[in-house]
């Protein structure tokens, strides 16, 4: 008998361990601690407390993402305009 939203964990596991690929403090850290994060939270079997724990995800992955934007846009930022100063 199998949890429904398995599929959806998974998927974020698998988005996460994508993202993690370019963490400042690089990607061996990054996967140690999304395992044991994933593995803290494997014994939750109530389907509420599982969706909480995947729209924490989520957001965890949109600030990952916001993350990494801004470091483009500081390096871009001071590729192009930090000579002018």
Known sequence: ????????????????LYLGREYPKGTVYFRERLKTAFMKNKDVTDPEKIRKLIDRGEFVIKELEALYFLRKYRAMKKRYYDSEQ
């Open 1 to 16: 008998m199998s949890n429904p939203l398995r599929g959806e964990v998974v998927r974020l596991y698998k988005n996460l």
